[in-house]
């Protein structure tokens, strides 16, 4: 399994970035997907989930109606658009299988 998550980056608060995360090495379309993110403090918070065909998604509180989770399976990839994003939003992204992270993408929100 391999999940390689890009488009992070520095960002001011009210603004929006993109993320994608390419996978191979498992058949994508048959796995539910989530985000994951690792605070400065090190703690890790579960951001969003998705189901395999991309018709169910459930998302923490702190992100409803900011954050939208989407996959394309005939890219193998994820995405996770990101808006109005809060100081709070800064980690590093990680795209995740169950318990199996890659390379994640570091966003940083500030002024």
């Known amino acids: 399994v391999q999940l390689q998550a890009s488009g992070g980056g520095l960002v001011q608060p009210g603004g929006s970035l993109r993320l994608s995360c390419v996978a191979s090495?498992?058949?994508?379309?048959?796995?539910?997907m989530k985000w994951v993110r690792q605070t400065p403090r090190m703690e890790l918070e579960r951001v969003a989930t998705?189901?395999?065909?991309?018709?169910?998604?459930n998302y923490v509180d702190a992100v409803k109606g900011r954050f939208t989770i989407s996959r394309d399976n005939a890219k193998n990839t994820l995405y996770l658009q990101m808006n109005s994003l809060k100081p709070e939003d800064s980690a590093i992204y990680y795209c995740?299988?169950?318990?199996?992270r890659g390379q994640g993408t570091q966003v940083t929100v500030s002024s």
């Open positions: 995740a299988l169950d318990d199996i």
């Open positions: 090495g498992f058949t994508f379309a048959n796995y539910a």
């Open positions: 998705i189901n395999g065909d991309g018709t169910w998604s």
